[in-house]
């Protein structure tokens, strides 16, 4: 090694460090000779400290070794050496007897014995590792053997180690304090050169001339600093005037690289503008050159309709596929014409077929344009989806048909009106109906216009009014009498027109033409009608026949009265006084003495008191019975009377007790009850005062007390019996006919009432028929009931009732 | 490996190695170094430099033995004076080790006599401490083992060395 090359290095290294680096090795070596000295020292009293530990140690276990020896037993000498174990120092002892050079010996577990060393006398050894110790084993001043002790030195070479590891540990501490402590001190010296040495490196390298560096004292170092500041004053005066002609400059510059990047800015800003329309708006965009037949630019709108993605748009011929055959043959043209300078724009609808399947309307626009800087002619092409509108479109065609269909097919006058009832759109049966081919004469026009005021001033009142309230009008029958007289009837629904918002701008009606079926009503009332009076004459004729005959009842007692008074009189006493008379007349002249004397004459007025007591009574019983005949004269006025009451015509309302009606049916009737036999019993548990048509009710009642006869007599029984029953509740009363005759079958039941039915053999079948009717004119009704044949029937007139009508 | 070499000085030990030692020599040697760690107490000599007598009950040969081995010997300035004894009645009282060879039918008897003196009582049969004998010298495959009864050691006011108990093995009775 040249002694000259680490000179060098060290002559290079700066100054902080040289002197850093000469304090640290002086530190080190006075460190290093003071440890040293150190472990030495230790070391050397370790030795001495471990032998005096195994001279003791050696001198109890001798002294425990006597009589092993002194009675020759090697094994309590073993036993006793075992005791070592307890030092772990301990490698070997050995005992040796002048008999037995191997009296006993002990070896630490695992451990090498130890080279022999040949020693007879006492003192200790040390022997590479180990210290051996000899001891001679004595007894009462007597030698009887030699006792070795070998302890190996780990303890103290570990405890040199230690120390060697305290010792770098302090040496370490040690060189960083002084490492620390000088770096702080020797500033004191190399800091104002360095800071010196750091002021000419800026100068040299930023060309600073105006940093100065802060005088320390007045040492070498400070006149040193002293020069320097002063070379740099004149050195800045020169660089001063230098400076400001460049400043100028540079002002100028950087004016204008402001204004440059103002306007890159700007032109950026306006960059990402149009690039964010062009991305987002959803409006399809691509840039086509027909030179090179590319698609150049094409924005995600485009690819989410044509469904042909920016990369794949870029071949030529790419939209080949996705397009419909037609729309594309027809743009190839278009396009050709474009490149042909025929035209510089078209417009047409493309479909595309999307790969999800849609097909996709769009309306393509495209403009020619030639590019300013190359001449070249480009092509922007904008894409429209407008397959919703198609969507709707259909929708609406749709719809629009079904419309159609309803007002070119439907024979009912179907019609939109505005709000001044004007006619937007009508259905072609009402053109027709108006002697129109179509419906177009009829458009905005009223019903004024059309079918004259009869007609409108109803309609527009019913119109305005739905327009008004916005409520419907649901099924008015309308009577209309056209031009030429012919009369119209319609069923006419009419409903507000309401605005997609909801507001109501007009009206729209469906009419039905209903005149047949009003003309078969109408003939339907006249046959009703027609019936109705047969029906009625029918029971005149019921009712005269039952006046007569009990006319007829009447008009046998008047004979019967008649004879007995003409029989009376027939056989009266008057010649009886005639033959007094004459005897009287005989004896005119002795009067006194034939009443007196003569026997004959003596009796004379016996006999006349008895004739005139004969005559008295036989007066009173022709007065009696020309009474009789007065009464039964009486009565059949008062059966003349009542037919002629019930005769009259009807509608006239009567406020009378009911049973006065019930009453006089029955009386009507009295005579064919009592020729059959029939038992009648009043039942009348309420008494009530009603207003009605007397002879409706009449007619009702004799209908049903003569079926009751009919039934009681067919039925063949002996206890035949009839019973009338009133009775009632708050709001209605009833009048019930029960017999116990042959009664009616179920089935018969339900069509009891029906027009022309009947079980009897020669009755007309209406009976029951306009009784029902009539009950229901009256607002009450008739019901029937029966348990079957053979239990009787019960029929009931309901009637209508209020206390009201009571109280009258 | 002979016992009767180890009282000789470290020096001489080469010399009387060779022959293998008789029993008589090993129980000799035994009988003299049991004075080194019993103690008795002072009052049983009747002066520091009294001897210790050993009778040796029956047999003569070991007596001889003995008798030759213990010529110049001494312990804590104590010579070592041997005497052999017929039967019990002709121990002499001033007896402080007593050995009873072999021959139970004395032991009984011999042990009442010597109970209460300060006499080391050392025998050779296995019934010896059982009946009433301090330490007994019992053959063990080739070796001769002590047994030691402290009771009646204590009872006569003998102190045994603790160095002696080490290599003994103490019964207790």
Known sequence: MNPVRPMRWFHDIPIRRKQVLVIMLTSTVALVLACAAFMVHDTLAFRREMGERLASLAGVTGNNLTAAIDFNDPAAARETLDALRAVP??????????????????????????????????????????????????????TIGMLEVVADLDDLHRRLWRYAGIAGAVLAASLLLVYVLSAR????????????????????????????????????????????????AQIQSRDDALQKARDFLEERVAERTAALKQAQDEAAREQARFKFIFESVPVGISWFVPEDEATHLVNPAHERITGVSAEASRRPG????????????????????????????????????????????????????????TGHKQSVTTLVDISE????????????????????????????????????????????????????????????????????????????????????????????????????????????????????????????????????????????????????????????????????????????????????????????????????????????????????????????????SHLASERAENLAELDNLRKNVEHIKEIVAMQQSYARVSGLEETLPLHEIVEDALRMNAGALSRHEISLVRDYRIRPTITVERHKVLQILVNL?????????????????????????????????????????????????????????????????????????LGGALLARSDGPGQGATFILELPYTRETTAA | MLAASCLAPAGRAVESADPAPSEDQLKAAFLLNFPKYVEWPAEAFPGAQAPIVVTVVGDLSLGEE????????????????????????????????????????????????????????????????????????????????????????????????????????????
Not at chain 1, 110 to 127: C, I, K, L, N, T
Not at chain 1, 547 to 559: D, R, T
Not at chain 1, 747 to 771: A, P
Request: charged fraction near 30%; proline fraction near 4%.
């Open chain 1, 318 to 373: 790419a939209f080949a596929l996705v397009s419909h055959p037609d729309d594309y043959r027809r743009q190839q043209a278009l396009t050709a014409r474009f490149v042909a300078g025929e035209i510089d724009q078209y417009s047409l609808e493309e479909r595309y077929l999307h790969p999800d399947g849609r097909v996709v309307w769009a309306v393509l626009t495209s403009r020619m344009f030639s590019d300013p800087a």
């Open chain 1, 705 to 777: 007390v003569r079926n009751a006869k009919y039934a009681c007599d067919d039925a063949h029984r002996v206890d035949k019996q009839v019973t009338v029953r009133i009775d009632g509740d708050d709001r209605r009363v009833r009048v019930a006919v029960i017999d116990n005759g042959i009664g009616i079958s179920p089935e018969n039941l339900t069509r009891i009432f029906s027009h022309g039915f009947t079980t009897r053999k020669n009755g007309h079948g209406f009976g029951l028929h306009s009784g029902a009717l009539a009950a229901r004119q």
């Open chain 2, 66 to 173: 003995l008798r030759r081995m213990a010529a110049g010997k001494a312990v804590d300035g104590r010579k070592l004076e041997v005497r052999n004894a017929e039967s019990p009645e002709d121990i002499a009282p001033d007896s402080r080790i007593i050995f009873v060879s072999d021959a139970e039918r004395w032991t009984a008897g011999l042990l009442a006599h010597v109970r209460t003196s300060p006499v080391l009582t050392v025998g050779e049969a296995d019934d010896f401490l059982d009946a009433g004998g301090m330490i007994n010298l019992a053959r063990r495959e080739r070796r001769i083992r002590l047994e030691v009864s402290l009771a009646p050691a204590e009872a006569a006011g003998l102190k045994i060395s603790s160095r002696l108990l080490r290599i003994a093995e103490v019964v207790k009775r």
């Open chain 1, 389 to 612: 509108l198609k969507e709707t479109e259909a929708e609406l065609a749709y719809e629009r048909d079904l419309l159609r269909a309803l007002l070119d097919g439907s024979p009912d006058a179907i019609y939109f009106k505005d709000t001044a009832s004007r006619i937007l759109r009508c259905s072609a049966s009402l053109g027709r109906s108006m002697g129109h081919a179509d419906t177009r004469p009829l458009i905005g026009k009223t019903d004024m216009e059309i079918f004259g005021p009869e007609v409108a001033i109803e309609s527009r009142a019913d119109e305005e009014q739905i327009i008004r309230t916005g409520q419907p009008i649901i099924n008015k029958t309308e009577r209309t009498v056209r031009p030429g007289g012919t009369v119209v009837w319609t069923l006419t629904t009419k409903m507000p027109l309401r605005s997609v918002t909801g507001e109501i701008i007009g009206t729209m009606g469906i009419s039905k033409d209903i005149t047949p079926i009003k003309q078969a009503e109408e003939q339907l009332e006249a046959v009703h009608k027609q019936l109705l009076e047969t029906s009625r004459q029918a029971g005149m004729a019921e009712v005269a026949t039952g006046v007569l005959h009990n006319v007829g009842n009447v008009l046998n007692s008047v004979n019967v009265s008649a004879t007995l008074v003409a029989e009376q009189v027939r056989h009266s006493e008057t010649e009886h006084l005639a033959r007094v008379c004459k005897l009287l007349r005989e004896h005119e002249a002795d009067i006194g003495h034939y009443l007196q004397e003569d026997p004959q004459g003596r009796q004379v007025l016996q006999f006349l008191e008895k004739l005139a």
């Open chain 1, 185 to 232: 001190l020797e500033r004191l010296i190399t800091g104002p050169i360095l800071e010196l040495t750091r002021l000419a490196h800026t100068v040299a390298t930023k060309r600073d001339y105006a940093v100065r560096v802060g005088k320390r004292g007045a040492d070498e170092i400070g006149q040193l600093i002293d020069a320097f500041n002063e070379m740099l």
């Open chain 1, 89 to 142: 120092a301990v490698v070997h002892a050995h005992v040796r007897t002048p008999d037995s050079p191997e009296f006993a010996t002990y070896l630490r577990e695992g451990a090498e014995p130890p080279r022999d060393v040949e020693r007879s006398v006492a003192g200790e050894v040390f022997h590479g590792r180990y210290l051996h110790l000899f001891r001679p084993i004595e007894r009462s001043g007597e």
